[in-house]
């Protein structure tokens, strides 16, 4: 089926470990973001990408780094996790076109120790 | 960069009353605007959209209703019911850019 995949669901795991937050859809969008939510709080886009090889950082600054080496996966990365990282994250994408909406995937919640 | 702001931040209605609400924007240059309702600890699901050459759109018990001029574009729920309540976000987006989420409006539906 169609969909925008994140794994895991959930995460907990120790300060100063490496992370990384897997996203792929299986809809052939060249358009991805990945945004911050505290449960039921303001999204706040901290990457995007409109396609292999492009990345961009987004509104809210963000200690993570993001990579499209293919089309279907934008995986996020944290280097190096702390508390402050706790939070939500969701992973969205769309098709070319100013009329595709944008879809969700279930998010990663992600808990640092 | 845009900047929408959503009001209210919290409502409650008593099941079958009907709940508003509204999000303003300044950029002229916005020609899409979407709803999202957020469900708790579930992804955010796309219910309506419209776009800047429509007025007013409907699906069933929702509508959203648009003013360019004003710049403001509103979400109206009737018949409100108990799996109405969830978070719901108003976005929109100018040609090739960005969505810009408003703040969310948490909506409650007693019965």
């Known amino acids: 089926e169609a969909d925008i995949y994140q794994t895991p669901r959930y995460l907990v795991i120790g300060t100063g470990k490496k992370i990384t937050l897997e996203c792929s859809q299986t809809m052939g969008h060249d358009k991805m973001y990945w945004y911050q939510q505290d449960p039921g709080m303001e999204l706040h886009l901290i990457h995007y990408s409109y396609g292999v090889n492009s990345t961009e950082k987004g509104d809210l600054s963000s200690e993570s780094t993001v990579s499209r080496i293919r089309t279907e996966h934008f995986p996020l990365t944290l280097e190096s996790a702390r508390p402050s990282h706790t939070s939500q994250y969701l992973c969205?994408?769309?098709?070319?076109?100013?009329?595709?909406?944008?879809?969700f995937g279930d998010g990663t919640r992600l808990s640092i120790l | 960069g845009e900047n929408v702001e959503q009001h209210p931040s919290t409502l409650s209605v008593q099941e079958g009353d009907s709940a508003v609400i509204k999000c303003t924007y300044s950029d002229s240059a916005s020609n899409y605007f979407p709803w999202y309702k957020q469900e708790l600890g579930k992804r955010p699901q796309l219910i309506i959209d419209?776009?800047?050459?429509?007025g007013e759109k409907k699906d069933q018990r929702i509508a959203v209703t648009l003013n360019k001029t004003a710049k403001h574009f509103s979400l109206h729920i009737t018949e409100t019911q108990p799996e109405d309540s969830a978070v719901y976000f108003c976005?929109?987006?100018?040609?090739?850019?960005?969505?810009?989420f408003g703040g969310g409006t948490r909506v409650l539906v007693k019965p």
């Open positions: 969205a994408s769309r098709g070319q076109g100013d009329n595709q909406p944008q879809h």
């Open positions: 419209i776009r800047s050459n429509v």
């Open positions: 976005a929109l987006r100018a040609a090739g850019n960005k969505l810009t």
